[in-house]
Antibody, heavy 115, light 107 residues
Framework: QVQLVESGGGLVDPGGSLRLSCSAS????????MNWIRQAPGKGLEWVSF????????YYADSVKGRFTASRDNAKNSLYLQMSSLRADDTAIYYC????????WGQGTQVTVSS | DIQVTQSPSSLSASVGDRVTITCRAS??????LAWFQQRPGKAPKSLIY???DLFSGVPSRFSGSRSGTDFTLTINNLQPEDFAAYYC?????????FGGGTRVQIK
């Protein structure tokens, strides 16, 4: 069955960096576009980034553009989100999700930006 | 960017009730709207894609429909496990956008 497992979250100082990973299994990872979505405490869902199957197309939300970089390694069935210049309002649970209709989600990884 | 306005933000209902949640897109998104359920402390679960198609394993009491740029999620015969938050998402164009969410609470 499809499984997505995020990792790499944690507590980081404002201005710091963090790299999230999403490990995929149960499907042919290279056949699917992928996304990062986040949810701040007590808030709704916010789309963060989209990366196409071959990584030839990548989009970002305005709120993270220039600070976050999405990438993928199809040989390792893995998706990544490099986050830099982190701010308090980046505090959220970060999810990876498959395809345009977000048909499968991981369990999420918590990112807390605080001194 | 396409805005998606979801209503109501919360509602109270009883087991066995019929519930409707609406999302309005700011421009034409064709059929490219999905619905998600999120229980407290859990990841979102995919319910419906392309307006009205149920993902595998989703009970048939859930249904989706469209009228122009207005989209509706209907839950018939509300069950205890359906008390949760619901979100819509348009995926016609980037950036993908979500509705603000609807919390379905027990009356």
């Amino acid at each position: 069955q499809v499984q997505l497992v995020e990792s790499g979250g944690g507590l980081v100082d404002p201005g710091g960096s963090l790299r999230l990973s999403c490990s995929a299994s149960g499907f042919t990872f290279s056949d699917y576009d992928m996304n990062w979505i986040r949810q701040a405490p007590g808030k709704g869902l916010e789309w963060v980034s989209f990366i196409s199957k071959s990584a030839s197309t990548i989009y970002y939300a305005d709120s993270v553009k220039g600070r976050f970089t999405a990438s993928r390694d199809n040989a390792k069935n893995s998706l990544y989100l490099q986050m830099s210049s982190l701010r308090a309002d980046d505090t959220a649970i970060y999810y990876c999700a498959r395809d345009w209709a977000l048909d499968s989600w991981g369990q999420g990884t918590q990112v807390t930006v605080s001194s | 960017d396409i805005q998606v306005t979801q209503s109501p933000s919360s509602l109270s209902a009883s087991v066995g009730d019929r519930v409707t949640i609406t999302c309005r897109a700011s421009q034409d998104i064709s059929i490219y709207l999905a619905w998600f359920q999120q229980r407290p402390g859990k990841a979102p679960k995919s319910l419906i894609y392309e307006t009205s198609d149920l993902f595998s394993g989703v009970p048939s009491r859930f249904s989706g429909s469209r009228s122009g740029t207005d989209f509706t999620l209907t839950i018939n015969n509300l069950q205890p496990e359906d008390f949760a938050a619901y979100y819509c998402q348009q995926y016609k164009t980037h950036p993908f956008t979500f509705g603000g969410g609807t919390r379905v609470q027990i009356k």
